[in-house]
């Protein structure tokens, strides 16, 4: 998998909810994590909502969109779970 980002956005996101890219990027090696379409905020492309565990044992939220035929994956937003994800994280499981 190959990831990539917007600079800006990846320190917005440091910065207000200290994840960073690199580690919600580790959240896609989670074979628990759970994915849900998100055709609510994008008319532009189609974004998605991954669920899961980075590899810091962070229950994260990523919202990513698919480029170039899938081959990467761009991370828009990433931020620690809401306790309502932790609970629709752990139903799952």
Known sequence: MRFAWDEAKA???L??????????ATV???ENARLKH????SLKEERFILLGF???AR????CH???ENDEVIRIISARKATPTERK???SYL
């Open 11 to 13: 320190a917005e996101s």
């Open 15 to 24: 910065s207000k909810h200290r994840v960073s890219f690199e580690e919600a």
């Open 28 to 30: 896609f090696a989670d």
């Open 38 to 41: 998100d055709p609510d905020h």
């Open 54 to 56: 980075s590899a810091k």
């Open 59 to 62: 229950l994260l939220m990523v």
């Open 65 to 67: 969109a698919y480029r």
């Open 88 to 90: 629709q994280y752990g």
